[in-house]
Every structure is written in structure tokens, then in C-alpha cells.
């Protein structure tokens, strides 16, 4: 059975930085595109981005919104997924799920397990 | 980036009505289409993909059709864990979107 488990959400003040982890089992990490997708409270979801499977190069992708913010990466075990948050904005407040594609997925994935999420809040 | 826009934002249905949920792209994404379903406090869960398949164990109550830029969800005899809201997904480029959602509410 696939399990997704994040780690790292909490308090953050606006500029500052956080590191959020996801741990999986069950699959073979490094032969899947893995992901973090956001929902800001009461609101809809939001693509974040993916670190791409060894088949893409572990290459990655992200939002207009985060990109040069956020920084997705593997650990080198290649069993954690990191997303870094820098200089992080009130809007930025919001459950950050980790994702893994689904085996049907093409070149750009769609998700078949998603982790139980992990709350960030961006405050002074 | 392409914008995905859901209609109606929220429906009202009763157990065993059949609801209709439809998701444009603002660009032909083929038939790269993927919808979700989010019940409160849950994580979402993966229903349709490739606009027409059907995830693995998902009730077949539920189906996609469409390509190019319109694409609809359709639940054919609602139950009652089925109120909830739904989110389509483009994955034809990058940077892929969601949909803003739609919440189905008991009438």
C-alpha cells in the first residue's frame, strides 16, 4: 500500500523560511514524479510543483507563483521529498499536500495518492 | 498558463439524482484531464483520468467525457458520500492547474 506522510508545517513569519519533508512507502521512490499541491484555507486546490521521476532526469517544474520561492528536491536515499518555502508571503498560508503520479500518468502527472497534508501558517 | 473554469461553482441534488459538473480549458488540452473529488477535511482522491478512465475501485456512478477544451463529469445516481467538492486537473503542459471546484450539496 502506497503511504504518503509530511512533516515540517507550523508557524512561519513573512520573509523567513521553512522545510517541509514527505516520506513514502510502499513504491519505489525514484521511478515516480512526486509533487506538492496547496489549499489555502476555505479555498480550492493549487498546483505547486514536482520533482520529475529518473525517466525525466529528476528535473523540476513549479507554479508562476512560486517559482524562485519554492525549491523541490530529493534526499540522496531518494526516499524524501523537501520542499523549501523562502521568503514566504501571507499568501503562502495553506495545507501543503505531498502527491505521487499515478502509473497512467503521461508526460505531465495527475495524482493517485496524496499524503494527509500539513498545515503552514504565515504570520508575524 | 492555461486556465481550467469550472460551472456551476456549487449544485444542489438529492440521493440518487444524476449531477453533471462541466470543467473549459482556455486551450485545446486534448483529452488530458484528470477530476477529483474532496470530501471535507479529506485529502482529495483520483476519479477520472485521461478525461474518460475510470480510476481503479472508484464506483462506476461516475464517468468524464470530452477533449480539447470541454470536458464534463458526470454522476449518474448520487449517494450519499458523493456530497462533496470536485476538482478538474489539465495535464497537458506544465505548469499544470486545477479548476476553482465545485461543491455538490445536498438539496
Known amino acids: 500500500e502506497v503511504q504518503l506522510a509530511e512533516s515540517g508545517g507550523g508557524l512561519v513569519q513573512p520573509g523567513q523560511s521553512l522545510r517541509l519533508s514527505c516520506s513514502g512507502s510502499g513504491f519505489t521512490f525514484g521511478l515516480y514524479d512526486m509533487g506538492w499541491v496547496r489549499q489555502a484555507p476555505g479555498k480550492g486546490l493549487e498546483w505547486v510543483g514536482v520533482?520529475?521521476?529518473?525517466?525525466?532526469?529528476?528535473?523540476?517544474e513549479y507554479a508562476a507563483s512560486v517559482r524562485g520561492r519554492f525549491t523541490i528536491s530529493r534526499d540522496a536515499s531518494k526516499i524524501i521529498v523537501h520542499l523549501l518555502l523562502n521568503n514566504v508571503k501571507t499568501e503562502d498560508t495553506a495545507i501543503y499536500y505531498c502527491v505521487r503520479e499515478s502509473p497512467h500518468s503521461e508526460y505531465v502527472p495527475f495524482f493517485d495518492s496524496w499524503g494527509q497534508g500539513t498545515l503552514v501558517t504565515v504570520s508575524s | 498558463d492555461i486556465q481550467m473554469t469550472q460551472s456551476p461553482s456549487s449544485v444542489s441534488a438529492s440521493v440518487g439524482d444524476r449531477v453533471t459538473i462541466s470543467c473549459r480549458a482556455s486551450?485545446?488540452?486534448?483529452?488530458?484531464l484528470a477530476w477529483y473529488q474532496q470530501s471535507p477535511g479529506k485529502a482529495p482522491k483520483l476519479l477520472i483520468y485521461a478525461a474518460s478512465s475510470l480510476q481503479s475501485a472508484v464506483s462506476s456512478r461516475f464517468s468524464g467525457s470530452g477533449s480539447g477544451t470541454d470536458f464534463t463529469l458526470t454522476i449518474s445516481s448520487l449517494q450519499p458520500e458523493d456530497f462533496a467538492t470536485y476538482y478538474c486537473?489539465?495535464?497537458?503542459?506544465?505548469?499544470?492547474?486545477f479548476g476553482q471546484g465545485t461543491k455538490l450539496e445536498m438539496k
Open positions: 520533482t520529475r521521476s529518473e525517466t525525466y532526469g529528476g528535473t523540476t
Open positions: 486537473q489539465q495535464t497537458d503542459s506544465f505548469p499544470s492547474t
Open positions: 486551450q485545446n488540452i486534448k483529452s488530458q
